[in-house]
T-cell receptor, first 112, second 114 residues
Framework: DTGVSQDPRHKITKRGQNVTFRCDPI?????LYWYRQTLGQGPEFLTYFQNEAQLEKSRLLSDRFSAERPKGSFSTLEIQRTEQGDSAMYLC??????????FGDGTRLSIL | AQSVTQLDSQVPVFEEAPVELRCNYS??????LFWYVQYPNQGLQLLLK??????LVKGINGFEAEFNKSQTSFHLRKPSVHISDTAEYFC????????????FGKGTKLTVNP
């Protein structure tokens, strides 16, 4: 069990650029979640996959955000035309069905 | 829909003192309950979980929590804290049988002073 891995750990970009984050879940976990955490707040749910199917998306996930999980393994989260308000920590978690979620260390996004 | 209220944003305590971090939740369906800890610039680590059964659950690092259905509470306790317990603590709920997405409180910053 190598844990949930996220890449990169930090991303600094200019407003208007596109960014993509990657999450590698624990290999036997079929569920994968993305959350966003802003300073001083708890994480907020963005989206959820069961295997390769994206089954739920939060209203927080505007049309500039897209997430994929091809082949039910790793997942990517892309943000197009980044805005100042996108600055946050993006957390990925994975779990087996009915089991607790295990989190990665997150990707911290800073928009200049 | 679920919601979580962590009643204290900051809790300062002295080393070896007991501590209680309070959590209340609201939900129209049966839930699972969790406490996570977050150290600076890291992800969240699961401390303990309540799924069913005994209402007193024990977790890692000497923490325990008690589920109280009538008061819709899930308070976290430790009888004697260490400097290394200084961190942010999050209470969370998830629905049973659905997406099981987590709904978090805003967190409680625990600071343990020597």
């Amino acid at each position: 069990d190598t844990g949930v891995s996220q890449d990169p750990r930090h991303k600094i970009t200019k407003r208007g650029q596109n960014v993509t984050f990657r999450c590698d879940p624990i290999s036997e976990h079929n569920r994968l979640y993305w959350y966003r955490q802003t300073l001083g707040q708890g994480p907020e749910f963005l989206t959820y996959f069961q295997n390769e199917a994206q089954l739920e998306k939060s209203r927080l996930l505007s049309d500039r955000f897209s997430a994929e999980r091809p082949k039910g393994s790793f997942s990517t989260l892309e943000i197009q035309r980044t805005e100042q308000g996108d600055s946050a920590m993006y957390l990925c978690a994975s779990s087996p069905r009915g089991g607790p979620q295990h989190f990665g260390d997150g990707t911290r996004l800073s928009i200049l | 829909a679920q919601s979580v209220t962590q009643l204290d944003s900051q809790v300062p305590v002295f080393e070896e003192a007991p501590v209680e971090l309070r959590c209340n939740y609201s939900s129209s369906v049966s839930v699972y309950l969790f406490w996570y800890v977050q150290y600076p610039n890291q992800g969240l680590q699961l401390l303990l979980k309540y799924l069913s059964g005994s209402t007193l659950v024990k977790g890692i690092n000497g923490f325990e929590a008690e589920f109280n259905k009538s008061q819709t509470s899930f308070h976290l306790r430790k009888p004697s804290v260490h400097i290394s317990d200084t961190a942010e603590y999050f209470c969370a709920v998830s629905d049973r049988g659905g997406s099981e997405k987590l709904v978090f409180g805003k967190g409680t910053k625990l600071t343990v002073n020597p």
